[in-house]
C-alpha cells in the first residue's frame, strides 16, 4: 500500500487537519473498493482493468468504452476536481456511456472510491499523477 499515496488523496479529497492513521487509510481503500464494486466494476472491469483492450476506440455504437482505471490508460492524468466531476456527470459528455452519479453516490463515496482507484496505480504512475497534480 502507498501511504504517501492515501495520505494526499485523503487529504486532498476531505481537507482534514488530522494526519489518517494506517487503520483510516485501509479502511477508505475498503470503502473504495465496495463502492467500486457496486457501481463501477461492470464497465471498468475487476481491478478497474477494463474490460476492453481497444477502449481507446468507439464502438459500433459509435460511444467509448469504459477506460481502465488501474493506471494503464489515462486517468492518471486528471486532478482529483476532474476525476470527481467526472464521476458526477458521467461519461456521455465525453463520448462514453458511464451514467452520471452525482445524485448516487455520496462526496465521501466518491472520496473513497477515488482513493481505492489510486491505489491500484503502480508507483511509478502515481508518482507521474503527484508531479502533475502537485
Wanted: glycine share 8%.
Amino acid at each position: 500500500m502507498k501511504a504517501p499515496l492515501l495520505l494526499l488523496t485523503t487529504l486532498a479529497l476531505t481537507a482534514c487537519e488530522n494526519t489518517p492513521t494506517a487503520t483510516e487509510q485501509n479502511s477508505l481503500i475498503a470503502s473504495g473498493k465496495q463502492v467500486f464494486t457496486e457501481n463501477c466494476q461492470i464497465c471498468h472491469g475487476v481491478n478497474a482493468g477494463g474490460t476492453v483492450k481497444q477502449w481507446q476506440k468507439p464502438g459500433a455504437d459509435g460511444k467509448y468504452p469504459a477506460p481502465p482505471l488501474n493506471g494503464t490508460a489515462h486517468a492518471w492524468h486528471h486532478d482529483i476536481k476532474n476525476l470527481k466531476a467526472t464521476i458526477d456527470r458521467g461519461g456521455v459528455p465525453l463520448g462514453g456511456t458511464m451514467p452520471a452519479f452525482k445524485n448516487k453516490l455520496s462526496d465521501e463515496q466518491k472520496t473513497a472510491v477515488i482513493a481505492y482507484i489510486q491505489s491500484l496505480w503502480p508507483e511509478e504512475i502515481y508518482q507521474a499523477w503527484k508531479q502533475r497534480n502537485g
